[in-house]
């Protein structure tokens, strides 16, 4: 391989590295063949006595630092994706039993109201036509009204209880939403913060006050269906007398 030869190769392959400038490589050589050239040397021997245009290439290769940017990014959010999915798997069905017992309360809302009403109303079982509807054992009037206001407390416990459990339930969706964009977006993986509590300071004090209202009364109606049955049966089993379970 003479000069000319060893010189366009030695091009090439700075320009297949990567090497943007590359004038002065090619002088430094190119004057490495004048300087051994002169004490009378061949270019077919310079030639074999330098390293290979590839060897030299190599020195000067330059690695694409955007490329692997890219690859640790890809690397980087298929890790946080993964920790996502993890942490889907736990919250996902914390989630679902909220909205499962918020549906939960709802059945038990609309038949605790539905039975009170008949208890207070008509102290009977309702039926459409052979279909029944609500029962009622069979006991005296003013106990069913009592045992109906019970029945209506339970009601109104329910919807409180429903209505909390949908708001947790819904904060609790947003804020994994929120988080979840965090952490993809820009790669925060610090805790999810709920914000603000559940209701304001107010509306706390307002449920708890109509909770225990409610609950004073539930008790207390069911322990007045208890004691008027006793007394107008004249025993402290009162639904064998009036044979609930025959």
């Known amino acids: 391989m003479n000069r000319k030869e060893y010189l366009s190769k030695l091009k090439r392959a700075l320009k297949k590295a990567g090497l943007q400038d590359y004038t002065e490589v090619i002088t430094e050589y190119s004057e490495h063949f004048d300087t051994k050239s002169a004490k009378g040397y061949g270019e077919e021997e310079i030639a074999a006595r330098l390293p290979s245009p590839g060897e030299v ?8 630092p955007s490329a692997e940017a890219v690859k640790w990014d890809k690397l980087n959010k298929a ?3 993964t920790g996502l999915v993890c942490v889907h798997i736990l919250t996902w069905p914390v989630i679902v039993l909220l909205f499962a017992l918020v549906v939960s309360l709802a059945v038990l809302t609309v038949a605790s109201a539905l039975g009170g009403t008949v208890c207070v109303v008509t102290g009977r079982s309702l039926s459409l036509g052979a279909v029944p509807v609500v029962f009622v054992p069979e006991m ?5 009204v009592f045992f109906g206001v019970a029945l209506l407390a339970l009601g109104v416990l329910s919807v409180i209880g429903m209505g909390c459990c949908r708001v947790g339930a819904v904060k609790l969706f947003k804020v994994l939403m929120r ?3 965090r952490v993809l977006e820009k790669c925060d993986v610090s805790q999810p913060s709920f914000g603000h509590p559940l209701f304001t300071p107010g509306k706390q004090r307002f449920i708890r006050v ?3 209202s409610v609950l004073v009364v539930f008790i207390f109606a069911l322990i007045a269906a208890f004691a008027t049955m006793v007394i107008i049966s004249g025993s402290l089993e009162p639904w064998h007398v009036w044979g609930w379970f025959d």
């Open 79 to 81: 890790l946080r994706v």
């Open 140 to 144: 005296p009037y003013v106990s069913a």
């Open 210 to 212: 109509i909770v225990l």
């Open 57 to 64: 290439a190599a020195q000067f290769e330059v690695s694409d």
């Open 179 to 181: 988080w979840h964009e």
